[in-house]
C-alpha cells in the first residue's frame, strides 16, 4: 500500500465497506496467510514465538477486523470460543469458507468495530486485532466498546502500522520514501491506494502516545508495547513486496503491538 495523500481537504468519498469488499479478493490471494497460529503483521513474528495471549484453550475471544478469519481460525484450532468481526462481507465470506475448509467453528460478525453493542457485557476474556484498529474512525468508542465486553483482568492485544512508518508515506511521490516525508504529528486521515487492486482507502494517523492517552482513558491498561524487527523471510518477501519498500524495513519500525488489560 502507498500513502497517496492526506485525507484532510481531499474530499474524496470512500466507502470503506466496498473498498475492503473491492479488495479482498486481491488481498487473500497475495498474502495467503497461515492458520497455523495468529499473527500481527508482515514479516512479524507470530503468536506461537510472542506468546502475548497465553494459553487460548477455552478461552473467550473477539477478534476486530478480523479479515479472512486466519487468526481466529488458528484460535479456534487450538481450543478457543472464537468470534470476529469485520466491516467487509467479502473478507468474511472468505473467513467462513476458510473456517469451512479447516472444520473449526468461528462465529462470524459484519459491522464496524466502533459498534459492539451486539455483545453483553464481560463476554470475552481476550480482544484481539492485526492491522485493522488504524481504519477505524471512531476509536474512543471502539475501545469503550472493547472494555466494556472484556471481563475483569481481560486482554486486549492489537497490531497496528507503526504510526512512525506514516512520516514515510510520501504524499507527493504516491509511494513510500526512505526520507522522512510527513510529519509524525500530523494526526488525522490519510488516503492512499490498496496496491493489489487500486482502491482508495483511509486509515487514521495516531501517534503511540496517542494510542497510550486512548487505552487509559478507556479503561484498558497497557502493558507491554511491541516493536519486533522484521523477519525478512522469502516466502513473506514474495507475499507483501508491494506493499513495503525493502530498504525502509531494515530502517524504521513498521509494526507496533500493543498489550493492555482491563482495569
Ligand atoms: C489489513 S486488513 C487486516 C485483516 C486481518 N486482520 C488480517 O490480518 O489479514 C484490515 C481489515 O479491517 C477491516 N476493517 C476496516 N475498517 C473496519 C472497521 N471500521 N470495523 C471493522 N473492520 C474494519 C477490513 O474490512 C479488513 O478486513
Redesign the pocket.
Known amino acids: 500500500m502507498t500513502a497517496s495523500e492526506s485525507a484532510m481537504g481531499s474530499g474524496r468519498s470512500i466507502d470503506?465497506?466496498a473498498a475492503?469488499?473491492r479488495a479482498?479478493a486481491v488481498?487473500q490471494e497475495r498474502?495467503a496467510?497461515p492458520v497455523d497460529a495468529a499473527?500481527y503483521?508482515p514479516w512479524m513474528p507470530t503468536e506461537r514465538e510472542l506468546r502475548l495471549l497465553g494459553d487460548v484453550a477455552g478461552r473467550r475471544i473477539l477478534?476486530?477486523?478480523?479479515?479472512?478469519?486466519?487468526?481466529s481460525i488458528a484460535f479456534a484450532r487450538q481450543g478457543a470460543i472464537a468470534v470476529g468481526?469485520?466491516?467487509?462481507d467479502e473478507?468474511l465470506a472468505f473467513a467462513r469458507r476458510l473456517a469451512r475448509q479447516h472444520g473449526v467453528q468461528v462465529e462470524l460478525h459484519q459491522?464496524?468495530?466502533?459498534d459492539l453493542d451486539r455483545f453483553a457485557d464481560a463476554t470475552f476474556d481476550i480482544v484481539f486485532?492485526?492491522?485493522?484498529l488504524q481504519?477505524?474512525?471512531?476509536i474512543e468508542r471502539?475501545l469503550a466498546g472493547v472494555a466494556r465486553v472484556l471481563v475483569p483482568g481481560g486482554l486486549l492485544v492489537f497490531s497496528l502500522d507503526h504510526p512512525f512508518r506514516a512520516v514515510f508515506w510520501d504524499e507527493k511521490e504516491d509511494e513510500d520514501s526512505v526520507v522522512a516525508a510527513r510529519s509524525y504529528w500530523l494526526r488525522g486521515a490519510m488516503e492512499w491506494q490498496f496496491s493489489g487492486s487500486g482502491e482508495w482507502m483511509r486509515s487514521f494517523h495516531r501517534t503511540v502516545g496517542d494510542w497510550v492517552d486512548l487505552l487509559h482513558a478507556a479503561g484498558l491498561a497497557v502493558r507491554r508495547i511491541l516493536e519486533p524487527e522484521p523477519q525478512l523471510t522469502p516466502e513473506d518477501r514474495l507475499a507483501w513486496q508491494d506493499s513495503y519498500t525493502l530498504e525502509l524495513l531494515h530502517l524504521v519500525p513498521h509494526t507496533i503491538i500493543f498489550v493492555a488489560d482491563k482495569r
Open positions: 470503506m465497506r475492503w469488499n479482498s488481498y498474502h496467510i499473527h503483521g477478534e476486530l477486523g478480523c479479515g479472512g478469519g486466519q487468526c468481526l469485520d466491516l467487509s473478507q459491522g464496524d468495530a466502533a486485532s492485526a492491522y485493522a481504519y477505524v474512525e471512531e471502539c
